[in-house]
Nanobody, 121 residues
Framework: QVQLVESGGGLVQAGGSLRLSCAAS????????MGWYRQAPGKERELVAT???????TVVDSVKDRFTISRDNAKNTVYLQMNSLKPEDTAVYYC???????????????WGQGTQVTVSS
């Protein structure tokens, strides 16, 4: 049974930092692309960042230079370091195993339960 368990969310003031973690089990973590999505109230879920099995990272423009994705295959864990947080970063953040096809990323099969990130102004 595949499980993705996120942690590290919370309430932070604008300009602050948080580090999210996602621990995976039940999958061969090292060969899977991993990623983070987020969903703000009233909005669709959107991709934030992905990292390939080889460690190549992709971060969307809205968080570039502020967010960093990384992975530790020995710990079956993917991280999202979020710096210079803004109120518009407020959302539930989800861990996922996205796919890459024809120049685009698509959500994969597995999702975590999500972790709430709230940034106050």
């Amino acid at each position: 049974q595949v499980q993705l368990v996120e942690s590290g969310g919370g309430l932070v003031q604008a300009g602050g930092s948080l580090r999210l973690s996602c621990a995976a089990s039940g999958i061969i973590f090292s060969i899977n692309r991993m990623g983070w999505y987020r969903q703000a109230p009233g909005k669709e879920r959107e991709l934030v960042a992905t990292i390939s099995s080889g460690g190549t990272a992709t971060v969307v423009d809205s968080v570039k230079d502020r967010f960093t994705i990384s992975r530790d295959n020995a710990k079956n864990t993917v991280y999202l370091q979020m710096n210079s947080l803004k109120p518009e970063d407020t959302a539930v953040y989800y861990c996922n195993n996205p796919r890459y096809s024809s120049g685009r990323f698509y959500p994969g099969t597995y999702w975590g339960q999500g972790t709430q990130v709230t940034v106050s102004s």
